[in-house]
């Protein structure tokens, strides 16, 4: 185990609908990613936070958003809800930015309909 | 635009074989080159990794080859078990940049017992 924890662990949306998925970091550490893993396909980055702070963005729509708090749990949002949302949702996080190993979580599981 | 492109997209391997994966990357600048093992319903977790300035990194069973001025890098797991059955991602890293991970799209192992 990593040691990094998400819940839930599985979750059912309808499209419109607005979605918080949370993420426990493993203890020290102050980054931490977030990913959206599609069916079959590889994780693609969504964004990353560095002490409470976004610290660099992928291709997705500002209705994505997160939040780190200071004891370095975090939140991704997602507005708007498209039925292209549904995917496995992975956060990592790592102790020192840009050097060290990210720890992923087991993922929430998210379905629009 | 795929950064790192991952193939064969599935592999199947006798018990004691050998698992080649193969994957290319793009950027000169990426400098990180992780590999990740992936269960159902588990997240990705580091398998091996490499850093451009070595052909070749061993761990166990485990290998990672290198050609920087080909920009390709394979993984081959020596002896594959059945327990080695699962998803694989290459992946690439621009470390000066930021940490953002860039995954391949996968390859589906499976290891006839």
């Known amino acids: 185990e990593t040691g990094v924890t998400q819940s839930p662990t599985h979750l059912i949306k309808t499209r419109g609908q607005q979605v918080t998925l949370r993420c426990s970091s493993q203890?020290?550490?102050?980054?931490v990613s977030w990913y959206q893993q599609a069916l079959g396909q590889g994780p693609q980055f969504i964004f990353q936070y560095y002490r409470e702070e976004e610290n660099g963005r992928g291709n997705f729509p500002p209705r994505f958003s997160g939040l780190q708090f200071p004891n370095y749990s975090s939140e991704l949002n997602v507005n708007a809800l498209e039925l292209d949302d549904s995917a496995l949702y992975l956060c990592?996080?790592?102790?020192?930015?840009?050097?060290?190993?990210?720890?992923f979580g087991p993922g929430t599981r998210l379905t629009v309909l | 635009q795929q950064q790192v492109k991952q193939s064969p997209q599935s592999l199947i391997v006798q018990k004691g074989g050998i698992s080649i994966i193969n994957c290319a990357y793009e950027n000169t600048a990426f400098d990180y080159f992780p590999w990740y093992q992936q269960f159902p319903g588990k997240g990705p977790a580091l398998l091996i990794a490499?850093?451009?300035?070595?052909s070749e990194k061993k761990e166990g069973r485990f290998t990672i080859s290198f050609n920087k001025s080909a920009k390709q890098f394979s993984l081959h797991i020596m002896d594959s078990q059945p327990g080695d059955s699962a998803t694989y991602f290459c992946a690439a890293t621009d470390m000066n940049r930021d940490d953002k991970i860039i995954f391949g799209k996968g390859t589906r192992l499976h290891i006839l017992p």
């Open positions: 203890s020290g550490h102050n980054t």
């Open positions: 490499i850093r451009p300035d070595v």
């Open positions: 990592a996080s790592t102790s020192t930015l840009g050097r060290d190993e990210q720890f």
